[in-house]
């Protein structure tokens, strides 16, 4: 069904406006339409598996839907949906983490103790392919912080607003992160 021009004009705020005001399910479809291919892809990330991540994308936009009243207009509304996206998937994966704790055969204990020593290698100077598998092994949340940081490029500031936290607690969560990224990427190149 082809929107209205105007409609399709509106920006993502003002359709969250009229969608909240009320409840319109065709406006949301415009928002849908615009969004849904990022959240995939980021639901993909945390599932690592199609259909996980096709379900996984439409829950989202059910709680979307339910919870659009809860966007304060803070920041972006994308930047937003980001955060919401990977607080989504985070819990996801909290609520499966024995399922893909058996499947991967790593213990989580193995990342809880970070040496505040020097790493060997730097955050900027890991490989991807292995950064790939080894962002698998921290924990969900420390995975979308590095991520909103690194990969949809988000300002402290941003993250801050998104996540509802201080910018001091964003800067010390991609540090914490970050170390233990770098702990596991060593343990594993050490060991892999």
Known sequence: ????????????EDLVVAIVKDKNTLLFEVLYDRYANLVYNK?????????????????????LFVKL???KHKSKFSTWLYAFTYNHCVNYV???????IEKQSVSPDVMVNVSDTEPEIGFSDMKIEKLKRVIELI?????????????????????????????????MRIKR????????????????
């Open 1 to 12: 069904m082809k929107q209205p021009s105007a409609i399709q004009k509106l920006s993502d």
């Open 43 to 63: 639901c993909y990330g945390f599932a690592r598996d199609g259909d996980e991540a096709k379900d996984l994308t439409q829950d989202v936009f059910l709680n």
């Open 69 to 71: 009243a809860s966007f």
């Open 94 to 100: 909290t609520r499966n983490t024995a399922k893909k």
């Open 139 to 171: 924990a969900p949340d420390e995975k979308m912080i590095l991520l909103l940081k690194y990969e949809d490029g988000l300002s402290i500031k941003e993250i801050s607003s998104a996540l509802d936290i201080g910018e001091s607690a964003v800067k």
């Open 177 to 192: 992160a970050k170390a233990k990224l770098v702990h596991a990427y060593t343990n594993y190149r050490s060991h892999g």
